[in-house]
């Protein structure tokens, strides 16, 4: 008899719970996220005045973009933006109908961002295609939150003291240091210009 082995179990991959601030994200409406991820690039130093910066599209005939921002203030390149809120890993399709996109806006530079987290097919995709597409998901997209202020507040704050070396610093320091006394073994100079000890007088 032939003893047949029982399939081992498969592992299950563990899944990481979204954080607070990509809850809230994915609880905006399309029009809130595509403002959010608008604001969060002109907070990074895209484009120049908030007014004139970026373009909220998401209408139909626009291909899937979401939104245009200037990369500088005299708008001399543009960065289209796609922003999906999605809980399933985004695969490579979904960024191949994106650049497909790009290149029908004769575009150069393009960023994807969702609220999940992007297959590994997905990431080495966008890093090798002509124009460039930046891939940003839930975790990355709420770092850039809290380091540049959008969306988010401060709830609590540390202040750390130093010491002030200026204060401790007096303006006689600079001052030259007074010689020291003559004590009974110090050297002398008479007037015929040869040394003797003070003790010797």
Do not use: C
Request: hydrophobic share 35%.
């Amino acid at each position: 008899m032939v003893a047949v082995s029982k399939p081992s179990a498969k592992r299950k991959r563990a899944v990481v719970p979204p954080s607070p601030t990509v809850i809230e994200v994915m609880r905006a409406d399309p029009n809130g996220r595509r403002r959010l991820v608008l604001d969060v690039l002109h907070a990074m130093g895209y484009g120049g005045s908030r007014d004139d910066t970026a373009q909220r599209l998401g209408q139909s005939g626009d291909e899937g973009i979401d939104g245009v921002i200037r990369e500088d203030r005299l708008g001399l390149d543009l960065i289209y933006v796609q922003a999906k809120r999605w809980t399933s890993v985004v695969g490579r399709p979904k960024i191949q109908k994106f650049f497909g996109a790009l290149h029908g806006k004769r575009a150069t530079k393009g960023v994807f961002i969702t609220t999940s987290t992007f297959s590994r097919d997905a990431v080495d995709y966008a890093e090798g295609v002509t124009p460039r597409v930046i891939l940003v998901d839930g975790k990355e997209l709420a770092q850039l939150m809290i380091e540049h202020g959008v969306g988010v507040t401060a709830s609590r704050q540390y202040e750390i003291s130093r010491i002030d070396l200026d204060y401790f610093t007096s303006d006689d320091s600079e001052a030259s240091t007074p010689p020291a006394p003559l004590g009974d073994d110090a050297a002398l100079v008479n007037p015929e210009g040869q040394a003797q000890l003070s003790g010797d007088q």
